[in-house]
């Protein structure tokens, strides 16, 4: 097993430009979430999604579109690139979506973002 | 709000020398408390899960223990490799993971 992917794993946007940072699994893991880690902080959730078809917004949603179109993969859209996005962002996934509270997460290698 | 506080921020350890890292939590209902080690250009990885407060776990040279405000993770005799970033985590009624900020270890030889 791969476990969770992410690509790229280097990115630098200039302000305004949209792209996609994804993530696959392949341990057939029902919840996948996406994190943002800055300098000082904790890591903080952005978006989450409990199966195929099904995505709520975590802690810091503003700025990034998610969907979940099927199980393996849960992409990352950040519409219009700003320099407050400029972060380390990390995917995880884990089996449980209902009993999320005792299912361990495993996360991606992270994709870096600088936004200018 | 759920919170999770650790300290110290920062432990510089000599090779051999036990201690201990503290992450002391306020939320209301605790489902579970995670315990992760991310090195550095990493994503972090799974360590321990505790339930209720006295359960203890351990790994290798380490060990954590719960209670119902705090959560210690102990390092019995360090070895440079355990050097890392450790963080702590919890989930409580959100069903949401709250971080910490995590503390940085480093272990000289």
């Known amino acids: 097993n791969a476990g969770v992917t992410q690509t790229p794993k280097f990115q630098v946007l200039k302000t305004g430009q949209s792209m996609t940072l994804q993530c696959a699994q392949d341990m057939n893991h029902e919840y996948m979430s996406w994190y943002r880690q800055d300098p000082g902080m904790g890591l903080r959730l952005i978006h989450y999604?409990?199966?195929?078809?099904?995505?709520d917004q975590g802690e810091v949603p503003n700025g990034y579109n998610v969907s979940r179109s099927t199980t393996e993969d849960f992409p990352l859209r950040l519409l219009s690139a700003a320099p407050s996005q400029t972060s380390v962002y990390f995917c995880?996934?884990?089996?449980?979506?209902?009993?999320?509270?005792?299912?361990?997460?495993?996360f991606g290698p992270g994709t870096r973002l600088t936004v200018l | 709000e759920d919170q999770v506080t650790q300290s110290p921020e920062a432990l510089r350890l000599q090779e051999g020398e036990s201690s201990s890292l503290n992450c002391s939590y306020t939320v209301s209902g605790l489902r579970g408390l995670f315990w992760y080690r991310q090195d550095p250009g990493k994503g972090p990885e799974f360590l321990f899960t505790l339930y209720s407060a006295g359960e203890e776990k351990e790994k290798e040279r380490l060990k954590a223990t719960l209670t119902k405000k705090e959560s210690f993770l102990h390092i019995t005799a360090p070895k440079p490799e355990d050097s890392a970033t450790y963080l702590c985590?919890?989930?409580?009624?959100?069903?949401?993971?709250?971080f910490g900020k995590g503390t940085k270890l480093t272990v000289n030889p």
């Open positions: 999604s409990v199966g195929a078809g099904i995505t």
């Open positions: 995880a996934s884990s089996y449980g979506a209902g009993v999320f509270g005792t299912d361990t997460q495993y």
């Open positions: 985590a919890v989930v409580a009624g959100s069903e949401k993971l709250v």
